[in-house]
């Protein structure tokens, strides 16, 4: 099923058994409060009534914010409950939710099924049992695949996030996860780059120099290894860093961010495609026919690619063209 957008609620996780290393939920709980059931019914009519019967086909109702089904089972009932009459018939296409892996089994999943959950985006993090014990998850690689197994079984379409640079985690831990992620073939993919939050455990490791996070250079070299990986094997990289929240950035002391990482990534992507094209080619002008929509990341932040072919010798101009496919450069 593809689905093209949501209509978001968080609900902070209220019955985390541990406090992982990186999260920094006691911020977040304490400033943010779960909408009520009226809120959410209210948001789903204003939308329902806004939205064409097209949109709604491609609109699933989602609980982000943490492990929904780890949350009192009588309130994520009722949080299903409250959306159900938005779904199917002429409606929105299903309902979304994130969780922990340990936070699933049959008795989880009838209910979800039942209530009409279409899809399950799973907190997987990491798929090395030493990077997950160092950084305090509370579930184990094998808890991760029986997880994916069991949402398979329910016909729940299947999400996987991941996160890049953790404490304990080595560039081939990061791209052995990535490949078990690929043998268990979800549907998308989430890449959370590590970002240093105040109030996080990692902070503390951070301050002592326990912890030296990835430079940003290193963060995007090994990012955009992911993203080439998960897009050739089909897996929609549906997010790759964290979302840029003016409100969010005054929390963070150091790690993995950029409010463009993405884009820094596919930049990356296309350096390498560049080097490649030019590596028996004559210094000199050149100039590269590429998909209009991809000129800027082919160009690089800050004229960053074109500025290394510069320093190699060859002067390159940038041309838009509709008719070139995305990822391709083409010569003329
Ligand atoms: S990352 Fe998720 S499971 Fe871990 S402490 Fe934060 S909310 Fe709880």
């Known amino acids: 099923?593809?689905?093209h957008s949501n209509i978001a609620f968080f609900i902070p996780h209220m019955g985390c058994s541990n406090l992982c290393s990186f999260c920094n939920q006691r911020i977040i709980s304490g400033s943010i409060e779960a909408p009520?059931?009226?809120?959410?019914?209210?948001?789903?009519?204003?939308?329902?009534?806004?939205?064409?019967?097209?949109?709604?086909?491609?609109?699933?109702?989602?609980?982000?914010?943490?492990?929904?089904?780890?949350?009192?089972?009588?309130?994520?009932?009722?949080?299903l409950d409250c959306v159900r009459e938005f779904i199917g018939n002429d409606g929105f296409s299903g309902i979304r939710i994130s969780t922990r892996?340990?936070?699933?089994?049959?008795e989880i999943l009838h209910i979800l099924k039942e209530k009409s959950v279409t899809s399950i985006e799973l907190g997987a993090q990491s798929m090395d049992d030493y990077v997950l014990r160092k950084n305090l998850r509370g579930h184990t690689s094998y808890q991760i695949e029986q997880a994916c197994k069991k949402i398979f079984e329910y016909d729940i379409e299947l999400g996987m996030q991941i996160m890049v640079g953790l404490p304990g985690q080595s560039k081939q831990s990061v791209i052995d996860t990535a490949k078990k992620v690929i043998d268990i073939h979800p549907e998308t993919i989430r890449i959370y780059p590590v970002v240093i939050f105040k109030g996080s455990l990692?902070?503390?490791?951070?301050?002592?120099?326990?912890?030296?996070?990835p430079s940003l250079d290193e963060g995007i070299e090994l990012c955009s290894k992911l993203l080439?990986?998960?897009?050739?094997?089909?897996i929609k990289v549906i997010r790759l860093g964290l979302h840029a929240q003016k409100t969010m950035e005054k929390d963070i002391v150091a790690g993995l961010?950029?409010?463009?990482?993405?884009?820094?990534?596919?930049?990356?992507?296309?350096l390498k495609k560049l080097k490649r094209l030019f590596k028996n080619l004559q210094t000199g002008l050149y100039k590269i026919l590429v998909n209009s929509s991809e000129v800027s990341k082919v160009i690089g932040h800050k004229k960053s690619n074109i500025k290394v072919l510069k320093d190699a010798g060859y002067l390159v101009k940038v041309i838009g063209?509709?008719?070139i496919d995305i990822g391709e450069l083409q010569l003329i």
């Open 257 to 270: 961010y950029h409010p463009a990482f993405k884009e820094l990534c596919e930049s990356r992507i296309y």
């Open 228 to 234: 080439e990986l998960f897009n050739n094997n089909n």
């Open 202 to 213: 990692i902070e503390s490791w951070y301050n002592s120099g326990q912890y030296v996070p």
């Open 1 to 3: 099923m593809s689905t």
């Open 36 to 79: 009520s059931f009226y809120e959410i019914k209210l948001t789903c009519k204003r939308e329902y009534n806004r939205m064409t019967s097209k949109q709604r086909r491609n609109t699933q109702i989602a609980f982000f914010g943490g492990s929904f089904t780890a949350i009192d089972r009588n309130l994520m009932i009722g949080y």
């Open 321 to 323: 063209d509709k008719s």
């Open 101 to 106: 892996p340990d936070a699933i089994n049959d």
